[in-house]
């Protein structure tokens, strides 16, 4: 007979065999059945009410990775596939018609939006995107300018075989060095969109037509090279559609309010001569905003210190011999500056829409007005807003030279 | 369920005890007062063996005193045996014809040998004679005595092979019990060390020699050393690892709970630590106790090496440890579960690797493993120069063959060899050969519930762990229970001179073991003050 204590010793001893064994498959995927999508596009479709959903699905077997007998250079190493669905969560389900492997998100990259649909609204297209736990809040929104996300999915770049790291690229490139791209993704998006008195703000992007002659001569002999993307300022949104965009300066205005420029080159006149320029670098930035009531108008002052350095300058001139033109170029720095930010100002108020959040922080130091005053009206009132500018331009060094070369005649 | 199983054992271990063991046999009575019948006894109780050497010699007045010699061929020196007792024998003198008056006058001649005693039980005689002493027996006299002659083959003293360090004494513990105890006395002259020995295995009659710093040592534990020991009632000892079987605390588990060396050095550093050696005869390894957690990632070369450097290289092992626990089981869950934690590169990278391969990872890791441990362990066995054969075939095997042939991805190539290395930097092979096989489990874990199954694994384990004890210190002290005086010389080694105290659970006896203040420094004012002068002086 065997012992109660006996068969409670094997059911003990069962317990972990069964837990590793029982547990199905929850979500175990081996990693080569899954289909890594690195970036996604929404238009709308050609059905009436429905959304296309287009992927760039990655094909790892072309990447060249491993023994390198998989991957040719020839072969594109991603694929772009489009469907369709009422909801996004219905298109992506519908993918499986398509795609072998299943779809997978936390390594999409990108929403690409385009300029058609944006217009009409991209809040129901997000949710799914924060709703699922696969992707990720930290995806870039981008819109593409006169054209369907589709299209702008089939772009490729000459010196990135994946479009998607090339747009990162950019990106990374046009936020560090540029400053003319917005900083926001999906989250920063969607709390803008929530938030009172803030609008949203995205990646504006476009493709640029390939030229005719181009000639692809050495390894790549890729036989359609659609056309390539390029980033050009940012998409404006009132609530959740698009209203208009921001050009590159006007994008800067915008980062130089928002306190979110890292560098760049600001262009000024040289003091003195006619048709030569200096280029700044842009070193360290600072931008701080204060709205303030007076009288029952707002007014807006906008502080922002601004280091540069001389990065070039045309003709000639000895900055130990003439001292005095540090200041006066400090001054044109500061214009140039100034001018921007009102470019960006105007835009924005033109559009009707509250990027800068200048209303969002008139709710955080007076809430009692803000709901009393302004918040039925914020729309009519931001077009009226004053807005002041004071910039501290400062010049930090001039490379290695304070004197140009003179050339002799 | 670990405590089921040991429940389960121990009763059927109580069963058997009571039935009949093995009877040894043992020569009773004294000896005989008549040459002839010792001689018989001695003969039958060897079996006639071969090695037994027996001389008859007569010696006295005209050669009426007649005695036995006997010893084991091979065990003792001969020239020994021939200058110190034969000659001796031989030597008596011929006024003597009286068996009495001649053995008392032997026994004071053959003083001039070492270690001489008088025995009157025929069963210790024999005992002494299979140890390599030599017996002499005298017709007439009920008594005899055995001298110290022992001398036999023996390995010279070599570096240790499993524990060789670059910096540090070459030397290594030998199969001979005396030889090892002079390696432990020639490092530590003062005469707190002390070495007690007993006989363990009732036909094998093992030497066993217990060391311990007098006055050191916490005296419970050296008792409880001692307490364990006698316990052992068996018919052999093979090496000390039976012993080590007889005493561990935790006899269940993967991990040991002695450490085993055959350095010297390392064996003298944890005496003054105030633990306790195990010395056994017939094997280099000696046991020391209590042994936890950290002195397994421990290195006796740590201690030579700059302080940096040690700790730094601990630091190595640490991580060692863990690769070689999780690394692939890490891999398993993360390319099968959690393909949203690498980087976009990385996770493409991975796919196209395993692009092709037949088995999902779990299974392409577990044949791997395998593969791996059995070349490991097939170059481990095979004579050296077959070996090198096999590491070459095995290098092509797993580096090549493997995935020309779809049958495992590079990376997990990469994976699987990592791990290897990383467990060969663990320097205690008990400790490294049980994590080996905890990483299966953690693979089937990780395989079956990803990073949730490695969670629960290392939970059990760590639970499993703080568990432990040795000789009632806690295994993994000082990390918990946490000692903060203990962690100096734990994960990291601090310099000599902050070493001041001893390990709070071993060597409370003594809490410190040098004067403080040894911190080297600049020479105070007034001290270089001194040094000017006398240099001053000198110049004149």
Known sequence: MVGKRTLRAAALLLVPVVMATATGCWNRREIETIGFVLAAGVDEAQEEGKIQLTVLIAKPFAIGAGMGTHGTTEEKPFWVVSSTGYTVFEAVRNLLSQSPRRPFWAHNRFIVVGEEFARKGIGDVLDLFCRDGESRLRVWIVVAKGAKASDLLQTEFELERMPPEGAMGLLEAARMGLSTVGEDMLNDFLQRLEGEGIDPI???????????????????????????????????????????????????????????????????????????????????????????????????????????????????????????????????????????????????????????????????????????????????????????????????????????????? | MLGMLRRLLSRRMRRRQGSGQAETSSVEGRISSKLPVNRERIKAAFGNSADLVLRNLQAGAQGKISALVVHMDGLVDKRQVAEAVIEQITDIDLKWDNPRQAYADLKVRLLSASG???????????????????????????????????????????????????????????????????????????????????????????????????????????????????????????????????IEDAPFSLFPTTLRTERPDKVTGALLEGRVAILTDGTPFVLIVPATFTMFLTSTEDYYERYFIGSALRLLRVASFFISLTLPSLYVAVTTFHQEMLPTPLVLSIAAQREGIPFPAVIEALLMEFVFETLREAGVRLPRVVGQAVSIIGALVIGDAAIRAGLASPAMIMVVAFTGIA?????????????????FLMTVLAGALGLFGIVAGMFALLIHLTCLRSFGVPFLEPLAPIVFSDLKDALLRAPWWALRTRPQFTGKKAPTRQAPGLRPRPPSPEEEEVHHLVGEEGGK
Request: with cysteine; aromatic share 6%.
């Open chain 2, 423 to 439: 467990s060969f930097a663990t320097p205690v092979f008990s400790l490294a050969i049980g994590v080996r096989l905890l990483r």
């Open chain 1, 202 to 409: 995205a990646t504006r992007a476009e493709i640029v037509p390939r030229p005719q002659e181009f000639d692809i001569r050495g390894e790549l002999k890729r036989e359609k090279i659609g056309g390539s993307l390029r980033l050009t300022g940012a998409a404006v949104f009132r609530n959740d559609r698009l209203v208009g965009w921001l050009n590159k300066p006007e994008t800067r205005g915008f980062n130089w309010i928002t306190g979110k420029v890292r560098s760049g080159i600001i262009v000024i006149e040289k003091p003195g001569e006619e048709g030569k320029f200096i280029g700044l670098e842009i070193l360290r930035a600072k931008g701080a905003f204060k709205p303030e009531v007076k009288d029952g108008r707002v007014t807006v002052t906008v502080k922002i210190e601004a280091e540069a350095n001389v990065g070039d300058i045309q003709g000639f001139i000895d900055l130990f011999k003439s001292p005095e033109l540090w200041a006066s170029m400090e001054r044109r720095m500061a214009t140039v500056i100034e001018n921007e930010v009102l470019a960006a100002v105007a835009k924005a108020q033109e559009l009707g829409s509250d990027i800068f959040g200048f209303g969002a922080e008139l709710n955080r130091r007076d809430p009692k007005k803000w709901a009393s005053e302004f918040r039925d009206r914020w729309d009519e009132e931001f077009r009226d807003i004053d807005v002041q500018v004071e910039v501290k331009a400062k010049l930090r060094r001039s490379g290695l030279v304070l004197r140009s070369t003179r050339i002799r005649k």
């Open chain 2, 116 to 246: 001489v005693e008088e025995v009157d039980s025929l069963d210790k005689f024999i005992t002494h004679v299979a140890g390599g002493h030599s017996g002499v027996l005298i017709d007439g006299v009920e008594k005899g005595l055995v001298c110290d002659t022992r001398g036999w083959e023996q390995r010279g003293i070599d570096e240790p092979t499993t524990e060789a360090t670059v910096r540090g004494p070459k030397e290594g513990f030998v199969e001979a019990l005396r030889t090892n105890t002079s390696l432990l006395r020639r490092r530590i002259m003062g005469s707190q060390l002390w070495i007690e020995e007993m006989r363990i295995g009732r036909i094998s009659r093992t030497r066993v020699a217990i060391a311990h710093i007098a006055g050191v040592a916490n005296d419970k534990i050296v008792q409880e050393v001692r307490d364990r020991l006698r316990r052992i009632d068996v018919d052999a000892i093979h090496e000390s690892g039976n012993i080590e079987e007889y």
